[in-house]
């Protein structure tokens, strides 16, 4: 009997047949090929504890002239390679046969629990073959190749007909030599013969070159570009969410053997930044700064938050009842891209390594979400409780995630963030960056729901979260604020507004559109809450005074104090504004009168009383208010008309001119106590207007 055919208790391998076929063929029609495939591989290698994955894309040819069988001489062209420097475990050579009954559904702690994601790979080859730890696997789910009713071989490198048969036939073992060389530096010979031991594992998928009976889906050097592309577009969230990998590369080998890297993609963390949660909490969590760095044509670093929160045991009993039946964690993540404006219609959901970029994993959150969820049939979205799914109980699962445990996520990186913010490790207005904007979020009514829901918890917890405009790195709760006013208004008199009630002592906050939105809408007796409106304002200036405050800024706060019409209130402030840069109080005093001029009655008609008048360059706002408080003849601001003309003509007039008994008078137009010369012509004019004949009284 040749060696090949030798029976050993270790040499029959792969999984059963014929049945395996369809089940193959139905989940090839269910699952995607793409990138999800290389998605699936780094699940497995992250699942295995390894830090590190290679993708390597070989266009070479091997010979064919020394095989364990002839039948594998077409499976020695060009292929795709998996490495990473996880070792197989028994369980794991036990596991990868077992199509659909993954040995790892029990632990929840391992992301490729399903069973199907490994079987992704027929969408590329039609035999699948391993080298890890002491043995190397051919598997041929079409008993084609090893004779009938054997899914596929195995050779192991403590049995001495093998080790000759790894070390001897050239051709066949070749590609595993070269890509051992090539992620290891470590010589086959040594690792065969007296390592007898690879301390990783490399995966071959030789291309599909004709229609199979598990696929007519052929494979070419072009669609495995298509496959590497599909995963740069997500490489830099790739590595956001793993336990353990930390560095996945895309590396090409051409037919000449030249080895140019494509992509590297690698994550780190700061470990002397990191908080922890509070003991008393329902929740126990962590928040940490995550760097990921690509590194292909260009060069790119991106900085996150990371926020991990996982939800205590008899804290929600059907969430306990349910990760001890489905054996998945009450976990959920949340991560934020710090440094860089990031449209939240992009940030989507990770089941550990982002799900499809298709509109039904976008949230429309500022924050990326992951979780052990549970996922559809060809996990590409999650389960929901639809109405033909009400009672499934992934689907039940995912919604008492989404409720329970995010919003304490939520709540906790919010948190953590302020914290960040006040050790300077991060901006605070990265803080106000990790509100929902929900009027961007209305038309996603379910995450609409979600982040009314997370302000809820914010806003029942009455956490400090607004930064001090006085000092930004102190917060406050909103019960203790004063809010920034609403509408439109201008820079200068926000600038103003801001100045004067810090300088005062007032817990005015500062915050964006969107964070106020946000309060609007969810928080508690929002009416009970304090916001600097111009009635506020009022009552403010009243009590310190407006000594202290600039002539520009003066003008500012009156326009914003005269903006909702409630001119009563305005008795007593001294923001009455004149012409020669004074201020006179809102009353009815006689020496507080303020004068109006128009284009029928132009100032130029008494410019003995030019510092009477309000100036004439005031914001149109202040002045249409103005001429509102004359109109309803309120306080001693006047528009001026002929009788004011007549009676302030008398009273200005120069006192020489007053004493003249003659009926001349000495008019000197150098002199500033005097009418200039164009006075006459414009006092002419009006007389001529106004009255039909003069008399001298």
């Known amino acids: 009997m040749s060696s090949k055919t030798k029976k050993k208790s270790r040499t029959c391998f792969g999984a059963t047949a014929p049945p395996f076929i369809d089940y193959l063929q139905d989940i090839l029609r269910r699952y995607p090929d793409g990138g999800q495939i290389l998605k699936e591989l780094i699940q497995n290698a992250d699942d295995a504890k390894a830090t590190e994955v290679v993708f390597i894309h070989d266009e070479r040819s091997y010979g064919t002239e020394s095989l364990w069988t002839d039948n594998l001489g077409e499976y020695q062209g060009p292929a795709l390679y998996a490495y990473n420097n ?182 780190s963390v700061r470990t002397d930044v990191v908080l922890e949660s509070e003991d008393e909490s329902i929740v126990e969590g962590s928040t940490k700064f995550k760097f990921i760095t690509l590194n292909s044509e260009d060069h790119k670093e991106t900085k996150w938050l990371v926020t991990t929160c996982t939800m205590k045991d008899g804290n929600v009993e059907n969430l306990d009842s349910l990760s001890k039946k489905l054996s998945f964690f009450p976990q959920v993540d949340l991560a934020f891209p710090c440094g860089e404006s990031r449209d939240c219609s992009e940030s989507r959901l990770s089941c550990f390594l982002p799900l499809p970029n298709n509109e039904s994993n976008k949230t429309g959150l500022p924050v990326y979400v992951n979780a052990c969820f549970g996922l559809t049939d060809n996990r590409r979205q999650i389960k929901w409780q639809e109405e033909d799914q009400k009672h499934d109980e992934h689907a039940v699962w995912n919604e008492l995630l989404i409720k329970e445990v995010l919003p304490q996520a939520y709540v906790m990186i919010i948190q953590d963030a302020i914290r960040l913010a006040q050790e300077s490790h991060l901006p605070v207005s990265s803080v106000y960056k990790l509100w929902p904007d929900i009027a961007q979020m209305k038309h996603k009514e379910k995450w609409y729901v979600v982040a009314l829901d997370v302000l809820h918890h914010l806003f029942s917890q009455n956490v400090a979260v607004l930064s001090l405009a006085k000092d930004e790195k102190e917060f406050i709760t909103p019960s203790e604020a004063v809010f920034p006013c609403n509408g439109p208004t201008s820079p200068d008199i926000l600038a103003a507004i801001k100045k004067t009630l810090v300088s005062c002592g007032e817990n005015l906050v500062t915050l964006p559109g969107s964070v106020a939105r946000a309060i609007k809408e969810a928080y508690p007796h929002f009416n009970t809450l304090k916001h600097a409106t111009p009635t506020f304002l009022r009552d403010v200036l009243r ?98 008309a002929v009788d004011q003309v007549v009676e302030y003509t008398k009273r200005y007039l120069p006192q020489d001119w007053k004493k003249m008994r003659t009926r001349l008078v000495t008019w000197d137009i150098s002199s500033s106590l005097h009418p200039p010369l164009d006075w006459l012509q414009e006092f002419w004019k009006f007389l001529n207007t106004h009255y039909k004949e003069l008399r001298v009284s």
């Open 86 to 267: 996880a070792a197989f475990t028994d369980d794991d050579w036990e596991g990868i046969q077992m199509a659909g009954r993954s040995v790892k559904r029990n632990d929840p702690n391992k992301v490729g629990r399903f069973g199907i994601g490994f079987n992704s790979v027929y969408h590329i080859t039609d035999v699948p073959s391993i080298f890890s730890s002491e043995h190397l696997g051919f598997m041929d789910p079409q008993e084609k190749i090893f004779g009938e009713r054997k899914g596929g071989f195995l050779w192991s490198m403590d049995d001495a007909e093998h080790q000759e048969a790894l070390t001897t036939m050239h051709d066949q073992f070749q590609p595993f030599r070269d890509i051992v060389s090539l992620v290891s530096r470590q010589e086959w010979s040594k690792v065969i013969m007296e390592d007898q031991h690879f301390d990783g594992t490399i995966f071959r998928f030789p291309l599909r070159k004709e229609a199979s009976d598990i696929s007519d889906n052929l494979y070419d050097s072009d669609k495995v570009v298509e496959l590497f592309d599909s995963f740069i577009a997500d490489a830099d969230l790739s590595l956001l969410f793993l336990k353990n990998v930390t560095s996945v590369s895309l590396k090409h080998i051409d037919i000449h053997g030249t080895v140019n890297t494509r992509l590297e993609v690698k994550s």
């Open 543 to 640: 009590k310190i005074g407006v000594h202290s405050i600039s002539k520009d800024d003066k003008l500012c706060l009156l326009e914003y104090v005269l903006s909702d019409g409630k001119y009563s209130e305005l008795k007593g402030l001294q923001l009455l504004p004149l012409s020669d840069g004074s201020f006179r109080s809102f009353t009815d005093k006689e020496e507080d009168t303020a004068l109006i001029d128009s284009n029928e009655f132009p100032r130029a008609l008494l410019p003995c009383c030019k510092h009477l008048f309000i100036p004439d360059d005031l914001s149109p706002a202040c002045s249409f208010h103005l001429k509102e408080l004359a109109r309803k003849n309120l306080f001693k601001v006047i528009n001026i």
